[in-house]
C-alpha cells in the first residue's frame, strides 16, 4: 500500500469551517448562545497548530535531543498547568508539586520504555516518534489526572463532616480517605479502558486514522494503535496512582486535619 498524501490546499481548508457555521446555527436554532466561543475556539485551534507545525517542521529537520527533550518538558508544563489553572484558589503547592512529580514520573517513564523497547528508532531521540507519541502519552495522563483529582476535591467538599468524624474517631489520614481514592481512581482510569475496549469495533482512533491516510498498512498502523494505547494505559494508570497515593496527605495538616480552601 504506497499511495501519495492528498494534500489540502488553502481554500479547502477554509470549508471545512463550513463545519463549524452549521455547528453555530444548530446551536442558535436551540436557543444556546455559544457563537462567541465557537469561533475564538476555532481561531485559537488553528492558529495554535499552524504555531506547532511550524515549530515541528524545524525540530524535525534539526533532529537534536536537545529540541526534542524542551518540546516534551513543555508539553509537560502545560499539561500541569491546564491541571492546576482552573483550581488554584483550592490547591497548595505541595500538591501542585506532587500533580507534577506524577505527572511526569507515569509520563517520562513509559515514554522512554517504549521508545527503547518497542519502537527503537534510530536515534532514539527521533522527533519524528518522541514528539507525537509523546504527546498522546502526556495528554492522556493529564486527563486522567484532571478527573481524579476533581472527584478527590468534590469528595472532600461532599463528604468533609464524613471524613472530620472519622478522624475524630481515630480514623487515620489514609482510612478516612480509603474509598474516596478507590474511587478516584475508578473515575480516572475508566475512560481509558472504554476507549481501548471500544476501538476497532465502535471508532477508529486518530493515530491509526492518520497513519492509514498517509498511505501506511492497515496492519502496520493496527500495531502501532494497539501499541500506544497499552502504554497510554500504563501512563494514565502510573500517574493517577502516584497522585492519589502520595496527593492525598497534602490535603491534611500536620495534626491531620483537613485543610480548608483558605489555608
Given amino acids: 500500500?504506497?499511495?501519495?498524501?492528498?494534500?489540502?490546499?488553502?481554500?479547502?481548508?477554509?470549508?471545512?469551517?463550513?463545519?463549524?457555521?452549521?455547528?453555530?446555527i444548530i446551536t442558535t436554532i436551540n436557543g444556546i448562545n455559544r457563537n462567541k466561543e465557537f469561533i475564538i475556539s476555532s481561531i485559537r485551534m488553528t492558529v495554535q497548530l499552524f504555531i506547532a507545525g511550524y515549530v515541528l517542521v524545524y525540530i524535525f529537520d534539526k533532529s537534536s535531543i536537545v529540541l526534542s527533550a524542551l518540546m516534551i518538558l513543555l508539553m509537560e508544563f502545560f499539561g500541569v498547568y491546564n491541571i492546576v489553572s482552573n483550581k488554584k484558589k483550592r490547591l497548595n503547592n505541595k500538591i501542585i508539586f506532587i500533580i507534577t512529580i506524577s505527572q511526569l514520573i507515569g509520563t517520562i517513564f513509559v515514554l522512554i520504555f517504549f521508545l527503547l523497547i518497542v519502537v527503537r528508532p534510530d536515534p532514539f531521540y527521533d522527533p519524528q516518534y518522541l514528539i507525537p507519541l509523546g504527546g498522546m502519552i502526556i495528554g492522556n495522563a493529564m486527563t486522567g489526572i484532571d478527573l481524579a483529582l476533581n472527584q478527590i476535591l468534590n469528595a472532600i467538599d461532599s463528604k468533609r463532616v464524613n471524613i472530620e468524624g472519622a478522624l475524630m474517631l481515630g480514623a487515620t489520614p489514609r482510612m478516612a480517605m480509603d474509598k474516596i481514592i478507590q474511587e478516584s481512581f475508578d473515575t480516572a482510569i475508566i475512560p481509558t479502558i472504554n476507549k481501548i475496549k471500544n476501538i476497532g469495533i465502535i471508532t477508529l482512533p486518530g493515530m491509526m486514522s492518520g497513519q492509514i491516510l498517509s498511505g501506511i498498512s492497515p496492519l502496520v498502523a493496527i500495531k502501532y494503535q494497539i501499541a500506544i494505547m497499552t502504554a497510554i494505559l500504563s501512563a494514565v494508570t502510573i500517574s493517577v496512582f502516584l497522585f492519589l497515593r502520595l496527593g492525598y496527605k497534602k490535603f491534611f495538616n500536620k495534626q491531620y486535619q483537613l485543610i480548608r480552601n483558605e489555608e
Avoid: G
Avoid at 500500500?1 to 469551517?17: A, E, F, G, R, W
Fill in 1 to 24: 500500500m504506497d499511495k501519495s498524501v492528498i494534500d489540502i490546499s488553502n481554500s479547502q481548508l477554509l470549508l471545512t469551517y463550513t463545519f463549524v457555521i452549521i455547528a453555530m
